[in-house]
């Protein structure tokens, strides 16, 4: 399953797949009166089930639906349905909103792990209630870059308040993420690593 954010919506030719009838593709629930869904629960071979559920910031972005109440309302269905092993994806910018987040679903989400901002951060942690936590997650992509794009394009856009292209940069790619390992029958997290390996060329 994909989460995804803020650029969901960039290309109108989404909305057909994301109405599919088994798309793989998820986008914020906080999203009003849009095509697809923002969560959904999948089911292990084990018979374990696990809701996903993204999220929106509104810090820095577009005034969507409160993401707080969002999830307040989705986590109480995952609930009704015996769903006990829940991952939100919190897709924004400020870094406070996500730490809030996590916070806020401290004890009712088994794993709260940010992105958006391209940078993996050093926080990850369980917190008092049993959520994994981590502010982003990092990226995807090339290191010697500004958040995956030519350094050269960014800094010139810093300098000069002007348009410049949005090349992917080049070099050396890595992976980064995060494991969360997840008790089933609590739902609480057991722990959670940073993953961050550099790709074979």
């Given at each position: 399953m994909l989460?995804?954010?803020?650029?969901?919506f960039s290309k109108r030719e989404i909305g057909p797949y994301l109405d599919r009838a088994?798309?793989?593709?998820?986008r914020p629930a906080n999203y009003p009166d849009a095509p697809g869904r923002g969560f959904t629960v999948l089911t292990a071979r084990s018979g374990a089930r696990l809701g996903v559920l993204n999220l929106e910031g509104r810090v820095f972005m577009k005034p969507l639906d409160?993401?707080?109440?969002?999830?307040?309302?989705?986590?109480?269905?995952?609930?009704?349905?015996?769903?006990?092993?829940v991952l939100v994806d919190m897709h924004c910018e400020a870094t406070s909103e996500k730490n809030a987040m996590g916070h806020f679903l401290d004890g009712r989400a088994s794993a709260v792990l940010g992105?958006?901002?391209?940078?993996?951060?050093?926080d990850a942690r369980v917190l008092r209630?049993?959520?994994a936590y981590v502010t982003d997650v990092g990226m995807c992509g090339p290191w010697d870059s500004v958040i995956g794009l030519r350094k050269e394009n960014a800094i010139e856009r810093f300098l000069t308040q002007r348009h410049s292209p949005f090349d992917l940069g080049n070099g050396e790619v890595y992976l980064q993420?995060?494991?969360?390992?997840?008790?089933?029958?609590?739902?609480?997290?057991?722990?959670?690593?940073r993953i961050q390996e550099r790709m074979p060329e």
């Amino acid at each position: 399953m994909l989460t995804s954010g803020n650029h969901t919506f960039s290309k109108r030719e989404i909305g057909p797949y994301l109405d599919r009838a088994g798309s793989k593709q998820l986008r914020p629930a906080n999203y009003p009166d849009a095509p697809g869904r923002g969560f959904t629960v999948l089911t292990a071979r084990s018979g374990a089930r696990l809701g996903v559920l993204n999220l929106e910031g509104r810090v820095f972005m577009k005034p969507l639906d409160c993401p707080f109440r969002t999830a307040d309302r989705v986590l109480a269905g995952f609930k009704a349905e015996g769903v006990r092993c829940v991952l939100v994806d919190m897709h924004c910018e400020a870094t406070s909103e996500k730490n809030a987040m996590g916070h806020f679903l401290d004890g009712r989400a088994s794993a709260v792990l940010g992105s958006h901002t391209h940078i993996q951060t050093a926080d990850a942690r369980v917190l008092r209630g049993g959520t994994a936590y981590v502010t982003d997650v990092g990226m995807c992509g090339p290191w010697d870059s500004v958040i995956g794009l030519r350094k050269e394009n960014a800094i010139e856009r810093f300098l000069t308040q002007r348009h410049s292209p949005f090349d992917l940069g080049n070099g050396e790619v890595y992976l980064q993420g995060a494991v969360v390992e997840i008790d089933d029958d609590t739902g609480r997290a057991r722990r959670i690593e940073r993953i961050q390996e550099r790709m074979p060329e």
